[in-house]
């Protein structure tokens, strides 16, 4: 505890403290703590000017008095005045270090840490196809370029429709996936893979969602890429596009039929 009458002792009290510091600072479990701990840093360097001119007051008021260490008092009154510069210099240099801290602190208050409206973008599937139906849009792809197959894909995009059930299908990626070989393009909010040596196409749109809510469980966090099983996979997914339209998710297809939106 500081005396407030004892320099020395204070002294000692204050580098203990800083010592305490440097070690406690290494991690901070609540990052927004930083503002307060600069704001008291910033007390702290007034203090220290403070203290700096106060020393070399002291040393000037007392530079007649003294002398070096071959007794003399001339030679006392040089290395008087000499500390006396030094501890004004040094405080010079604390006043840049505050202005620097005080800019410091206003930065660090108009940070929100922890902000509960964070978005972050995920990718969710629109259409995937392979063999014959993806031709189709191979050859538009090579004969007016991807944007255009792009443009082409998404007419199958029923917004929240196709959201949902790529949701639900477990068809969302943190990014639009690239598998060896793949070739890709993006236009505003979609993005294409496709492939023409493997013959397959695929568009995924991009979906902004809570933060909170894109922290899944480990076991959860990652969705298997979907040609780990390409035959099984493209066979089910081929029924179900036939089913519900040429180029259509198959979850689309089941969510207008459930809504008695198909034929």
Same mark, same amino acid.
């Given at each position: *505890? ?27 479990? !609540?990052? @927004? ?28 008021? $007392? ?6 260490? @071959? ?14 510069? #030094? ?17 410091? *602190? ?14 972050? #973008? ?12 993806? $031709?189709?849009?191979? !050859?538009?792809? %090579? ?13 199958? !995009? ?5 959201? !949902?059930?790529? *949701?639900?299908?477990?068809?969302? $990626? ?11 393009? #993006?236009?505003?909010?979609?993005? *294409? ?25 480990? %076991?959860?966090? $990652? ?24 180029? #259509? ?15």
């Amino acid at each position: *505890m500081p005396t407030f009458t004892n320099p020395a002792a204070d002294a000692g009290e204050a580098y203990e403290a800083l010592r305490g510091l440097a070690h406690a600072s290494r991690t901070f479990e !609540d990052p @927004s703590e930083t503002y307060a701990v600069i704001g008291d840093l910033l007390g702290g360097v007034r203090s220290l000017r403070q203290v700096l001119d106060q020393l070399a007051t002291v040393h000037l008021n $007392h530079q007649h008095q003294v002398t070096d260490e @071959s007794r003399e008092y001339g030679g006392g009154s040089v290395e008087a005045v000499a500390a006396a510069d #030094e501890l004004h210099q040094a405080g010079t240099l604390i006043d840049q270090a505050h202005d620097r801290l005080n800019a410091a *602190m206003t930065h660090s208050g108009r940070i929100v840490w922890n902000p509960q409206d964070r978005l972050v #973008e995920r990718w969710v599937g629109i259409v995937f196809l392979q063999g014959e139906e993806a $031709h189709k849009v191979l !050859d538009l792809i %090579d004969a007016k370029g991807a944007e255009a197959g792009i443009e082409h894909l998404s007419q199958w !995009d029923y917004g929240v429709e196709t959201t !949902d059930a790529a *949701m639900e299908g477990g068809d969302v $990626h943190d990014s639009a996936p690239v598998y060896t070989g793949d070739r890709q393009a #993006e236009t505003g909010d979609y993005a *294409m893979t496709y492939n023409p040596q493997a013959g397959h196409v695929a568009l995924y749109r991009r979906h902004l969602i809570p933060a909170e809510d894109a922290l899944d469980p480990p %076991d959860q966090a $990652h969705v298997s890429a979907r040609r780990s099983a390409p035959a099984r996979e493209t066979t089910a997914r081929r029924g179900a596009v036939r089913e519900g339209g040429w180029f #259509e998710h198959p979850g689309v297809a089941s969510v207008k039929q459930s809504r008695g939106l198909s034929l």
